[in-house]
């Protein structure tokens, strides 16, 4: 067995890979760069190594750093997680090159499956289906039109060397073709530096559905069973589970034993997925199931396939590493129960999922889920890197005990100040189509309005708690309730936090009404709200929340219009606020005075920072 290991990755995926690392007595070194110098993984480590500024291509992106810092702590493999360098052929050879493990597949299986029309050559070579179209040599702009015309519109143009829905355009009439052709290429070169492309017919209600493998150095290989990753939004994943809905055993059996051939025909060694495109339109059967691709590495998905299965997926990557046979023949595994996960981002879907940076001043998990993150209470989230917090996973004895557990730990999670798609992803759980397991890539983009829209107001009852909410006998105003949800009963639960730091979790009716919290955040149903109380209770100046004016996200202040006692008009420009590279101009909500203004130009503000705050004209 490997004795150390140096993961060449951050977040999520490397606390991931530290713990089972852990758990089999493995030392393991974690990389980072600059802004990830307090970050979970480097803390979680037996050791840590700098290798270079925040942006990944000045660390991350670095083979030769990564591979120095291995040298350096004298690990004896590298383990790459997912994203960044895992599946880079190039790398991998260089691990080895340099005398270490490489945790991963073999180079030459990586380049085979690394460009998307040589790889469905091979698999049409080994028997496994693929998606009717042209993946030829000729890229003459005619020529591939003339392709498309045979296979039939609407037709996909795909980067061959693209990914994650980079260089790739849908076409549905012969006059669209040129352009989306143009289009196309020009990302592709820009992305990947390889302008190919391939044409293939577009599957009008696709169902994104992969199988897990895993092969050793003996020559076996065997599958762990299907996952449907078909809930997606621009082609990057949302929520994933396993097995999928709707997959009769028979097709099951074919299913994965096509991916079983696919495996063995590049001679593979370690995790991989290969995913497959289904025509949904009159159910799941295998002769409508098609080969895309193969990812040859670790995904991100991987625990609902360890959660229906029993296995530890990143102790068989470094058990195999090592030189050991599968743990577990192919009649050794079953589907156990039925498992889901989401996907928790910090970004905003009211605001077209822009990203949401900041520190999270506060964060709760669900107690009764599986929760795969990279963060902490007090941690950053970086605008250098994927924005994922954390992974929700949920296991019930069937899917809709699954859905519901996973229901209820995204109702249980709180995040704040940083907005996170947590109310999109309850409201995507709750759709009577997923519900029914009626479930297709296009599910998302047909109800994308009533997922994104913005919760209704507050009820009454949240609205008289937010106000009456009160710090404990003793305390000032300051050391307020965190936050608070409605139980069963309609009685608020509150959670506050004494001088100390101390939180205690209280019901509503047990709070005093000494003086008021300054503020108070709510979460019901994965939304949050924050209450400001501006005057003490009983002054009669203000409700919750009136004429506060807040951050809507982290960024600069580069002009302020009003000054403190100014009388401005609803509508009236107050500031002006850089945020993403755009300029947010913020108005008065009303008629009124220039109560309270927290901010002056230059000044970096966080998300939901107090900027101004206005009362009602007399």
Not at 158 to 173: E, H, N, Q, S
Not at 200 to 215: D, L, M, T
Not at 274 to 300: K, P
Request: proline share 5%; net charge negative; charged share 25%.
């Amino acid at each position: 067995m490997i004795k150390s290991l140096l993961i060449a990755n951050r977040g999520e995926i490397a606390c991931r890979i530290i713990r089972t690392a852990r758990a089999l007595g493995i030392r393991t070194v974690a990389v980072y760069s600059d802004a990830d110098a307090t970050a979970l993984h480097v803390q979680q480590a037996d050791e840590a190594v700098h290798i270079g500024l925040s942006p990944a291509r000045e660390s991350y992106l670095v083979g030769a750093q990564i591979i120095a810092a291995a040298k350096a702590t004298g690990a004896e493999a590298i383990h790459p997680g997912y994203g960044f360098l895992s599946e880079n052929a190039e790398f991998a050879q260089s691990v080895m090159d340099a005398g270490l493990v490489w945790v991963g597949p073999k180079p030459a299986s990586i380049t085979a499956m690394g460009l998307k029309d040589a790889a469905k050559k091979l698999m049409a070579e080994a028997g496994v289906p693929v998606t009717p179209g042209y993946m030829g040599e000729n890229q003459d702009p005619a020529f591939l039109a003339r392709q498309a015309d045979d296979i039939g519109y609407p037709v996909l143009i795909k980067a061959v060397a693209g990914g994650g829905g980079k260089g790739m355009r849908k076409v549905d009439a012969p006059s669209e073709f040129a352009d989306a052709l143009l289009s196309c290429q020009r990302e592709a070169s820009a992305s990947f530096g390889n302008a190919h492309v391939l044409i293939e017919k577009c599957i009008q209600r696709p169902r994104h559905i992969e199988v897990q493998v895993f092969g050793d150095m003996q020559g076996n290989i065997v599958h762990l069973f299907e996952r449907d990753c078909s809930l997606q939004r621009r082609h990057q994943k949302v929520i994933e589970e396993a097995p999928a809905p709707g997959m009769d055993e028979e097709t099951r059996e074919q299913l994965c034993a096509a991916a079983v051939r696919a495996a063995k025909a590049v001679d593979y060694v370690g995790a991989g997925t290969i995913e497959f495109i289904a025509d949904a339109s009159e159910g799941l059967r295998a002769d409508r199931i098609w080969f895309m691709e193969m990812n040859t590495r670790l995904q991100v998905e991987h625990p609902v396939t360890e959660e229906i299965t029993g296995v530890d997926l990143v102790e068989w990557q470094l058990r195999v590493a090592s030189g050991e046979a599968l743990p577990k023949r192919q009649d050794e595994l079953s589907i156990n129960g039925w498992a889901m996960e989401a996907r928790l981002y910090a970004e905003n879907p009211a605001t077209g999922f822009l990203p949401s940076i900041g520190t999270l001043d506060h964060l709760v998990f669900p107690e009764d889920l599986r929760v795969d993150t990279g963060v902490t209470e007090g941690g950053e989230v970086s605008p250098f890197y994927d924005p994922m917090i954390a992974k929700l996973i949920a296991r019930g004895s069937n899917r809709d005990e699954a859905s519901a557990e996973l229901r209820n730990g995204i109702d249980g999670t709180e995040v704040w100040p940083v907005k996170t798609n947590a109310g999109f992803l309850g409201r995507l759980l709750d759709l009577p189509e997923f519900a029914a397991g009626d479930v297709d890539t296009g599910l998302i983009a047909r109800a994308v309005d009533a997922l994104v829209t913005p919760p209704e107001p507050e009820p009454e009852e949240l609205r008289e708690a937010a106000a009456l909410l009160c710090a404990s006998p003793g305390q000032s105003p300051v050391s307020a309730a965190l936050g608070f949800r409605l139980n069963a009963s309609s009685q608020a639960e509150a959670r506050i936090k004494d001088d100390s730091g101390v939180i205690h979790d209280v019901l509503f009716s047990e709070v005093a009404e000494d003086y008021p919290a300054a503020d108070v955040l709510s979460f019901v149903d994965g939304f949050a709200r924050r209450y400001v109380l501006a005057e003490p209770r009983g002054s009669g100046v203000g409700g919750v929340g009136d004429g506060v004016i807040l951050s809507p996200m982290p960024g600069r202040i580069i002009a302020v219009d009003v000054a403190a006692g100014d009388r401005v008009a609803k509508g009236q420009k107050l500031l002006t606020l850089e945020a993403m590279k755009m300029e947010h101009s913020l108005t008065a909500p009303f008629d009124g005075m220039v109560a309270e203004l927290n901010c002056e130009v230059g000044a970096q503000v966080q998300v939901e920072a107090l900027l101004a705050r206005i009362e009602l004209a007399e």
